[in-house]
């Protein structure tokens, strides 16, 4: 397959387009990860238990 200089490159047969790719990959690895899910964030008003500031505040001074 010969081009001539300054033409784009043929395209590969066998490459897929990007919603293939996309397709292929969400079947292999799922749909996306949230940003930030409800196990990483401080705890609520609503809901018992600690926070992150709790935890903070409890670390020993020598573990700074």
């Known amino acids: 397959m010969s081009t001539t200089p300054g033409s784009p490159p043929a395209p590969d047969e066998g490459a897929e387009s990007d919603w293939e790719r996309r397709r292929r990959l969400a079947e292999v690895f ?35």
Request: hydrophobic residues 10%; without cysteine; charged residues 40%.
């Open 30 to 64: 799922g749909e996306g990860v949230p940003e930030q899910t409800s196990d990483d964030s401080d705890a609520r008003e609503d809901r018992p238990g600690k926070g992150d500031d709790w935890y903070r505040d409890q670390v020993p001074p020598h573990h700074g």
